[in-house]
T-cell receptor, first 114, second 116 residues
């Protein structure tokens, strides 16, 4: 079984600044995958970034990057140069190697202020 | 970019009634999923579907729920006798191959189900 925990229910950041969202997970899988999803007010789930656990290099996607600490079971998301359009709920999620099911954390509501 | 389409966007029903939520996955995708999100709570896995049968289901997916791919394009979730606690946003998702989930899972915009 997998569990995902996001300890920050809400965060705010000034436009153009950097913010880091925290996520910890627990799994008994030998290999697994980690994801950050964005859910804007439209409530559609949009993949932001993904990380394969066997890869040591942290994933990056433009302004989004992760800090993957496997031993600590930590997977934080860093958003650089925050934009107003980044305002959304952010969900951390994990998947086992079979990839048939995502387990989500409780979400962090991010507000980017002008 | 291709999209997963869900209809309706909002459905209101009376407790005890049957509802069918509809999804049109991306055309070349083979694996289909339903998730739900009760307001203010986590997104929860319900069921996965491949080759016209259920691959995996959660404890939430009890006998009141069923899924079907009635034709080559639609993927439906049926709730036979709705309960108040079934009120939630229901997300359909699809992807092309099963693999180790190293390619993108596409989500639809969701159907908000309100049971009165």
């Amino acid at each position: 079984a997998q569990t995902v925990t996001q300890s920050q229910p809400e965060m705010s950041v000034q436009e153009a600044e950097t913010v880091t969202l925290s996520c910890t997970y627990d799994t008994s899988e030998s290999n697994y995958y980690l994801f950050w999803y964005k859910q804007p007010p439209s409530r559609q789930m949009i993949l932001v970034i993904r990380q394969e656990a066997y890869k040591q290099q942290n994933a990056t996607e433009n302004r989004f990057s992760v800090n993957f600490q496997k031993a600590a079971k930590s997977f934080s998301l860093k958003i650089s140069d925050s934009q107003l359009g980044d305002t959304a709920m952010y969900f951390c999620a994990s998947s086992n190697n079979a990839g048939n099911m995502l387990t989500f954390g409780g979400g962090t509501r991010l507000m980017v202020k002008p | 970019e291709p999209e997963v389409t869900q209809t309706p966007s909002h459905q209101v029903t009376q407790m005890g009634q049957e509802v069918i939520l509809r999804c049109v996955p991306i055309s070349n995708h083979l694996y289909f999923y339903w998730y739900r999100q009760i307001l203010g709570q986590k997104v929860e896995f319900l069921v996965s579907f491949y080759n016209n049968e259920i691959s995996e289901k959660s404890e939430i997916f009890d006998d009141q729920f069923s899924v079907e791919r009635p034709d080559g394009s639609n993927f439906t979730l049926k709730i036979r006798s709705t309960k108040l606690e079934d009120s939630a946003m229901y997300f359909c998702a699809s992807r092309e191959t099963r693999g180790p989930l190293n390619e993108k899972l596409f989500f639809g915009s969701g159907t908000q189900l309100s049971v009165l």
